[in-house]
């Protein structure tokens, strides 16, 4: 088993940052990569980011690309997102997940263990 836990969300003004923090724990940990996705009220889950944790290669949604930067400390097994000039439609519960096997990392059937979530909302 694989333990997740984020933290770092809250409430923001728009065009403000938060930065998002996903600490691992449990079993052995060796994964292919780390993801984190957000879920608003009534939509669908979407992909934000993704990293490969071996390489580091580095995957964005279209609607985050240029304004998140996802990164990770492999000693602390913690992934980050950091997220600047943040939206009102950036407002969503932000889970991160771990894949164990070599996969479409964009998809969330890809991960094996996920987070509870935390909560961005960003005000206009």
């Known amino acids: 088993q694989v333990q997740l836990v984020e933290s770092g969300g809250g409430l923001v003004q728009a065009g403000g940052s938060l930065r998002l923090s996903c600490s691992a724990s449990?079993?052995?940990?060796?994964?292919?990569?780390m993801g984190w996705f957000r879920q608003a009220p009534g939509k669908e889950r979407e992909f934000v980011a993704a990293?490969?944790?071996?390489?580091?290669?580095?995957y964005y949604g279209d609607s985050v690309k240029g304004r998140f930067t996802i990164s990770k400390d492999n000693a602390k097994r913690t992934m980050y997102l950091q997220m600047n000039s943040l939206k009102p439609e950036d407002t969503a519960v932000y889970s991160c997940?771990?894949?164990?096997?070599?996969?479409?990392?964009?998809?969330?059937?890809?991960?094996?263990?996920w987070g509870q979530g935390t909560q961005v909302t960003v005000s206009s």
């Open positions: 449990g079993r052995t940990f060796s994964s292919y990569a």
């Open positions: 997940a771990v894949a164990l096997r070599g996969t479409s990392v964009r998809l969330g059937l890809s991960y094996d263990y």
């Open positions: 990293i490969s944790w071996n390489v580091g290669t580095t």
